[in-house]
């Protein structure tokens, strides 16, 4: 008898977008994946994810709250109080039955609700508890990120649900600590629960703060006023409130002889997964993707092919979406398959893909803005205008209209299409920091 749960969850596809012919000899074959998740799924069919659902009808969930107390909160109060309410309207849109804690950190990490190393769960009581709890939050000491997500984790790993996940907000540069000790804490949460980071202010360290969410499979963004955090932090809530799987893994098979060159995340944001593969199995790896609700992201994967004569076909790789099975085996949800052809048609073998060659120009978009703003920070101003006027080239042709929208507020341009512009005498602070920040977020392609 067919068990239908009393909520949807999702049901996972998989397609595969490629050009498969190759020329005589050809070796390198690329692919999109685009993998989407739509809810209305029911347990045991074929592509369904497994349920996650507590008996309250919301997913089995945690969540920690990580609120910077450092001084230089204080500088303006208007962080502090931002922070304040920030956490206030992250804690007001947690669905009942959530587990949830708040976290102060300074130097050390500080559980500020509910205390005693638990979570509390949520519930109109608790929710005022925790708000109330709140006000006592004051600005004053250091900044050791690593002692915050350490202090997340426990209480985390404490709870018996499926879905656990961090907001962290910092406004200063992680200065009590060394950087090996923040990338130790990183490797010790990776895999436990995703993260969603916030620098607000201008003070802070962007590849510090992109850097944990990266580690840690969330989003990173620039509040640059804080007036406002708070609808950032609901917004970041209510998308954490609707993740329904968790542990989700893109495992990609080969067949003897083919080597992967990259795998990489490049909708909603580019992610190079490649050096975060964990073997599964004789020729076959998985590579995190973190929690999903309803949603869909891209993936590129790129792999080397034996060398092969004309009319020879064969299965490049086997992409397919799995979860951790209550046996310790890993159930597939879906899966596509990425093929190669040697062809004599010039036509057929030399044509490129449109969807690989839209993301193979945002990966390269997220990179030229990296290396544009390192160069114009060395002083490098002519590396800095070849760099960021190469961005701006990418940005018009592939119509991200947010990226050249960011773009225009650090150079002057002169001809998108040719990528002319001039750097910009003077340049805000925060625009600059927010280029960096969302350099990696790409646009899906034109239909």
């Known amino acids: 008898m067919a068990i239908f749960s009393k909520s949807p969850v999702p049901q996972f596809t998989v397609d595969v977008y490629q050009n498969a012919y190759l020329p005589e000899g050809g070796r390198e074959v690329n692919a999109i994946a685009t993998v989407t998740a739509t809810g209305g799924g029911t347990i045991g069919t074929a592509v369904s ?44 849109a947690l669905r009942d039955g959530v587990h949830f804690a708040v976290i102060g950190g300074t130097h050390v990490a500080t559980e500020v609700y509910p205390g005693d190393g638990r979570l509390a769960v949520a519930s109109p009581q608790t929710r005022a508890q925790a708000k109330e709890a709140l006000r006592k939050l004051s600005a004053g000491g250091g900044t050791a990120i690593g002692t915050w997500l350490r202090l997340a984790d426990r209480l985390l790993a404490a709870a018996d649900v499926s879905i656990r996940h961090g907001i962290l907000l910092t406004d200063g540069r992680n200065e009590h600590e060394s950087p090996d000790d923040l990338r130790a804490a990183l490797d010790a949460c990776a895999g436990r629960f995703t993260c969603d980071a916030r620098g607000v202010g201008t003070d802070w360290e962007v590849k510090e703060v992109t850097g944990i969410a990266s580690a840690l499979l969330g989003t990173a963004d620039i509040v640059a006023d804080p007036a406002g955090l708070a609808a950032d932090f609901t917004r970041m809530m209510e998308a954490a409130m609707g993740k329904e799987v968790a542990d989700v893994s893109l495992r990609l098979w080969t067949p003897m002889g083919v080597e992967i060159v990259f795998v990489k995340q490049v909708a909603p944001t580019v992610e190079d997964l490649t050096g975060r593969r964990t073997e599964a199995g004789p020729r076959a790896g998985d590579y995190p993707t973190g929690s999903w609700g309803d949603e869909s992201r891209d993936y590129h994967v790129c792999v080397r092919v034996p060398g092969a004569e004309i009319g020879q076909e064969m299965l490049a790789a086997r992409v397919s979406l799995v979860v951790p099975a209550a046996d310790g085996t890993a159930q597939t949800l879906s ?113």
């Open 49 to 92: 994810a497994p349920h996650l659902y507590a008996a309250g009808g919301g997913p089995s969930a945690a969540v920690a709250v990580m609120v910077d107390c450092s001084g230089s909160m204080d500088y303006p109060p208007t962080k502090m109080r931002g922070a304040r309410d920030a956490t206030a309207a992250a804690v007001d």
């Open 335 to 447: 899966q596509g398959l990425v093929r190669a052809v040697w062809t004599d048609d010039m036509a057929a073998s030399t044509s490129i893909n449109p969807q690989v060659a839209h993301y193979t120009g945002q990966a390269e978009l997220a990179q030229v803005i990296q290396q544009g703003l390192d160069a114009r920070k060395l002083g490098d101003l002519d590396g800095a205008t070849a760099k960021l006027g190469r961005a701006v080239q990418l940005a018009s042709a592939s119509g991200n209209e947010d990226t050249a929208r960011l773009l225009s507020k650090v150079v002057d341009v002169v001809d998108a299409t040719t990528g002319t512009v001039r750097l910009k005498a003077r340049v805000a602070e925060a625009d600059e920091m927010t280029l960096e920040t969302r350099s990696t977020i790409t646009v899906r392609v034109k239909k």
